[in-house]
């Protein structure tokens, strides 16, 4: 079994206690990693502190040229680093290796950032004064992620807080340390100063509450559920901890009558269950206009049949396991919840073969409103289908949650494709596509799917604080 340390403030450090790392796919121990204790993490605090000015005075360029390495090293190794998310995550390899693919642009995104991080000069209301805008690192920054897109949704703060000129401290999930630990032997191969990146790995709450509470931590950004994102935001009422937070979705995706079908099928397949149906942009509740529902339900439960289930790093998977038994568990539970209030299930739904927590992808039809599916977040390969008969009814349907991440729409009216783009409430709209997220734009929710926006120009202003210089006299 491989046992990792962490990697503090320069240095490789093992500890006696460690977190064992399972293979998803079959539920066999692959690693051990050390994990740290309260006063461990205020150390890599103090630690980054130290280090804070010195990388904040950095150039762009200096701090760009260091991520621009860093992107060379994750790609020279992402044959192996997708293995381990396989391993780890239990996704099949090709879509490891297309977050390994996305990981590396998102790194390059934010060196080419680095050099761009402009204030202003503002014209003076009042003789004798000039205005400068300036832009400054926000400070030590705690980067808290969670387990389903493990390395791609690390880098969105890693690479955006580091192009800003702030130390960051990563908490992977717990499900899936080992390729924050692949990333943090490549940030030291890269070449960057000690305590600027930091790896902890140990039990969250405490973790958490040391972000929350230190004073030296300036600002937490977190991946994950709302509930625990709720839990931050009133941690950080106490102190006032800057928070970015990417939360919980539960995407509408709509299909007009006038889409091209085909491609809809397609697209919702992808939206439904890439990631085996993990992912908080995935289509939640799919939408189909009445008059071509039979005919879209006829192509998609004929394509979600044809998806392969399997262990990930076998050839030609669609779709593995999910994380753990419990989110096995909550997927039945979603599926017999839907059934006993009048759902017919058209295909899957069902435990599958395996040692891994695999469920068999499921379409459902006849769905009661208030079936839990259609309210809750169901992060599994089940896709409710919904018919609708005009476009203010949908657009009322899919803006009905508390959530706003992500909302997709199949048509070819392109008025009505910019109706839908300006009435959806979602950080991110689709519109005849589903996989939106690109480095160059910002992503982030509306309502309860989170605060602030990762990628884009947004992503790392995120890690910058405004300061306003009056100069008199002049
Ligand atoms: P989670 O349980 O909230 O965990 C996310 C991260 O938070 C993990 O690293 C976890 O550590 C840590 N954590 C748990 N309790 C904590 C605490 N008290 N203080 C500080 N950190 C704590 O979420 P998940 O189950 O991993 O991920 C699924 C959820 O994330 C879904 O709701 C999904 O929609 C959402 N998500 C959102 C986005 C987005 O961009 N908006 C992207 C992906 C996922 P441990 O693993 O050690 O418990």
Not at 153 to 180: E, F, H, N, Y
Not at 249 to 268: Q, R, S, T, W, Y
Request: glycine letters at 10%; hydrophobic letters at 40%; a negative charge.
């Amino acid at each position: 079994m491989d046992k990792y340390g962490l990697y503090l403030n320069g240095e490789w450090v093992n500890s006696d206690r460690a977190l064992t790392v399972y293979d998803k796919g079959n539920g066999e121990a692959i690693a051990e990693v050390s994990t740290i204790d309260r006063a461990g993490i205020r150390k890599a605090i103090e630690d980054a502190e130290a280090a804070r000015s010195g990388w904040a005075n950095q150039t762009g360029i200096t701090r760009g040229n260091l991520l621009l390495k860093l992107a060379d090293e994750v790609a020279r190794r992402s044959d192996e680093i997708a293995r381990d998310i396989t391993l780890e995550n239990g996704k099949p390899l090709p879509q490891s290796k297309g977050e390994l693919g996305m990981s590396v642009d998102h790194i390059r995104w934010f060196a080419e950032e680095a050099r761009r991080s402009y204030g202003r000069v503002v014209s003076h209301q009042t003789e004798g004064k000039r205005h400068l805008i300036l832009k400054s690192p926000v400070g030590v920054v705690g980067a808290i992620a969670p387990w389903n897109f493990p390395l791609v949704l690390s880098l969105r703060k890693v690479a955006a807080a580091l192009a800003a000129g702030c130390p960051v401290i990563l908490k992977p999930a717990s499900a899936t340390p080992i390729c924050a630990v692949k990333l943090a032997e490549c940030i030291e191969a890269a070449g960057f100063p000690r305590g600027v990146f930091q790896l902890v790995v140990g039990k969250a709450s405490e973790i958490g509450s040391e972000m929350l509470e230190n004073p030296l931590c300036r600002k937490i950004s977190f991946t994950g559920s709302t509930e625990i994102g709720k839990r931050l935001i009133e941690g950080a009422a106490k102190t006032c901890t800057r928070l970015s937070l990417e939360l919980g979705g539960n995407a509408p995706l709509l299909i007009f009558a006038d889409a091209d079908l085909d491609k809809a099928v397609e697209g919702a397949i992808i939206a439904k269950f890439r990631n085996t149906g993990q992912s908080c942009v995935a289509s939640n509740r799919i939408y189909v206009e009445r008059s071509v529902f039979d005919a879209f339900v006829e192509k998609f439960v004929a394509a979600t049949k044809a998806l392969k289930i399997g262990y990930g790093l076998e050839e030609g998977m669609d779709i593995g396991p999910l994380i753990d038994e419990a989110g096995c568990e909550s997927t039945l539970r979603f599926v017999e919840d839907a059934k006993a209030k009048g759902a017919r299930v058209l295909c899957g739904g069902t435990r599958g073969d395996g040692d891994g927590a695999f469920v068999t992808p499921a379409v459902l039809v006849d769905l009661s409103e208030d079936a839990l599916c259609m309210s809750e977040e169901i992060f599994a390969p089940v896709a409710p289908v919904i018919p609708f008969d005009t476009e203010e009814e949908v657009v009322r349907l899919a803006n009905d949650t508390e959530y706003g991440l992500a909302a997709y729409a199949f048509t070819s009216d392109l008025n009505r494709a910019l109706r839908l783009a300006e009435q959806l409430e979602a950080g991110t709209v689709g519109i005849n596509e589903s996989v939106p997220a690109t480095s160059n734009c910002p992503f982030g929710g509306f309502k309860q799917s989170g605060w602030g926006r990762e990628l884009g120009t947004e992503g790392m202003e995120a890690y910058l604080e405004t300061k306003h210089v009056s100069i008199g006299g002049v």
